[in-house]
């Protein structure tokens, strides 16, 4: 399976940015899907992971500016970043869980200017 990430890019402290990512092809039973990050020189945090029934959990770095969602029909999962600020400049990676394995998108470029 493979994930195709997109929506990251380059924007303004306190701009927006949305994520979003679907894997190669259909899917049954997901267990859930989230997104990573990882800044230079630091380690891959979660940031945000929707799970099967729909409930959401994020870091506390991001908690009231980030939302998670999905499209179950699609398989697909958001992440809408608000209120952007230059520490959430990183790589982000999606991912999801079926079958008791994990799979990885690509990694899409988030870049916050000051």
Do not use: H
Not at 14 to 32: D, V
Not at 39 to 65: C, N, T
Request: hydrophobic share 35%; net charge neutral; glycine share 10%.
């Amino acid at each position: 399976v493979q994930l195709q990430a997109s929506g990251g890019g380059l924007v303004q402290t306190g701009g927006s940015l949305k994520l979003s990512c679907a894997p190669s092809r259909s899917i049954l039973s997901i267990t859930e899907m989230g997104w990573y990050r990882q800044a230079p020189e630091k380690g891959r945090e979660l940031v945000a992971v929707i799970v099967a029934g729909g409930s959401s959990k994020y870091s506390d770095s991001v908690k009231d500016r980030f939302t998670i969602s999905s499209d179950i029909a699609a398989d697909t999962v958001y992440l809408q970043m608000n209120s952007l600020k230059p520490e959430d400049t990183a790589v982000y990676y999606c991912y999801l869980r079926y079958a008791l394995s994990d799979y990885w998108g690509q990694g899409t470029q988030v870049t916050v200017s000051s």
